[in-house]
């Protein structure tokens, strides 16, 4: 049941967490969700040892991310309609399998084809975590000023995966075995997975049809999730630019061990600004600050193939990362006002599926691009994918005004402030 938390305290991470029951789906999620941000890098790093080639590398992890955005929105579709346990349970069991196929085969110098069809089950059943436990949120603090504060957090916990992630696979690949890195993340998976499944409580209701229900409303039928698509897109474009890319740039500069740490910089960055996203009381509305975010992260990504040492790269990558939480927490807090509750953890994994698309794109572009002119070449990706979602989103902005205005709340003292659309 959807709550509304209307005090006369400021709302804020200590009131957010508060909330009654949110930590029973908060923790599980959590663990389920740390081995996200380590597939992708598992693979480039497995791949290319066995066969010497970012962009082969670069083109399996591709596989995987497409795969995943493919038929993300459709777990998501599945989980509004049968309940996130439904989805879960099978997810998890076929992602690990499909891990450790991809893993066996890289390991025995099979054929790229052959390492192509094991990433396509291996992306599908990715588990979206993240959609879900948004989802929840999204339930339980329906119509409340705290949602602001629930998108920040969940945008720190994301990067917080992606600070720990990368590092942690990165050392389990360089310091253990080539394929540790992908063995922890399907074991990983599993054990989080089945966890975050048994919290059944939590989950949002599932709504049956009935012959006097409205029909269910596709998340891809509404404009604006269809333009924030594009947008994560470019989002997407950074993550696998900036992977592929300073795990080249580690190798050139003879320091392989600098990849975790740059990309854990670049990571905190993004940490840091969620956070304090959620804790300022915003009177601009999310549409504005998405928009003012976005060009900031554009302009940040366009120095990014320019600089070749690794003090300045890391500064850099920490004013990247800075620029992209508040372009993804004002996307994620548009899709409550946006989009009808029955829809709503689907409309989250199309946003999720984009920008695994759009790093998809980026690992495979940047990959070969690295291969044949350098780690500086490989920069130029996010450069070019944030540019053009920028130009769409601009384009078309008009498209994410939500349905009723009023419910866009900013965070009062007291009472629910309305917030202006523009």
């Known amino acids: 049941m959807a709550s509304t938390v209307t005090t006369?305290?400021?709302?804020g991470y200590g009131q957010l967490l508060r909330t009654p029951g949110v930590w029973t789906f908060l923790l599980p999620g959590f663990a389920a969700r740390q081995p996200f941000a380590m597939l992708t890098i598992g693979i480039v790093l497995l791949v290319q040892h066995t066969t010497g080639s970012y962009g082969s590398a670069g083109a399996v992890a591709a596989v995987t991310g497409v795969s995943m955005a493919l038929f993300a929105p459709q777990s998501g579709k599945l989980a509004d309609r049968f309940g996130q346990r439904a989805v879960l349970l099978p997810g998890v069991l076929v992602h690990a399998a499909s891990v450790a196929a991809l893993t066996s085969l890289a390991l025995a110098d099979?054929?790229?084809?052959?390492?192509?069809?094991?990433?396509?089950?291996?992306?599908a059943s990715v588990p979206q975590i993240g959609p879900m436990v948004r989802a929840r949120w999204a339930a339980k603090l329906e119509r409340s000023p705290l949602m602001p504060t629930a998108a920040a957090f969940e945008s720190v916990t994301d990067e917080f995966t992606f600070v720990v992630g990368p590092v942690l696979a990165t050392a389990l690949c360089t310091g253990v075995h080539p394929a540790a890195g992908l063995i922890a993340e399907a074991a990983l998976t599993l054990a989080g997975g089945l966890l975050f499944a048994a919290q059944s409580r939590t989950q949002p209701a599932v709504r049956p049809l009935t012959a006097d229900s409205a029909p269910r409303v596709s998340a891809l039928s509404v404009p604006g999730v269809r333009v924030l698509a594009v947008a994560f897109l470019g989002i997407g474009s950074?993550?696998?630019g900036?992977?592929?890319s300073l795990t080249a740039f580690s190798e050139e500069i003879g320091n392989p061990g600098a990849n975790g740490l740059l990309y854990g910089v670049f990571a905190a960055g993004n940490m840091l600004a969620g956070i304090a996203c959620g804790a300022i009381a915003w009177k601009s509305s999310p549409r504005r600050r998405m928009i003012i975010g976005y060009t900031g992260l554009t302009l940040a990504a366009s120095l990014l193939w320019s600089v070749h040492s690794v003090a300045l790269l890391g500064g850099l990558?920490?004013?990247v990362g800075l620029c992209i939480a508040p372009a993804l927490i004002s996307g994620y807090t548009l899709v409550e006002p946006l989009v009808p509750?029955?829809?709503?953890?689907?409309?989250?994994?199309?946003l999720t599926g984009a920008v695994a698309l759009g790093q998809a794109a980026a690992v495979t572009v940047a990959g070969r691009l690295a291969d044949a002119h350098g780690a500086s070449a490989g920069f130029v990706v996010p450069l070019a994918g944030t540019a053009l979602a920028l130009v769409t989103l601009l384009a078309l902005r008009s498209r994410l005004s939500p349905r009723n205005p009023g419910r866009i709340m900013a965070r009062g003292v007291g009472h629910r402030v309305p917030v202006a659309v523009d």
């Open 8 to 11: 006369g305290k400021r709302p």
């Open 242 to 244: 900036m992977q592929v």
């Open 341 to 350: 509750a029955t829809a709503r953890t689907e409309a989250f994994t199309w």
């Open 317 to 319: 990558g920490l004013i």
């Open 110 to 123: 099979a054929p790229l084809w052959a390492l192509f069809a094991a990433a396509v089950p291996a992306g």
């Open 238 to 240: 950074v993550f696998g």
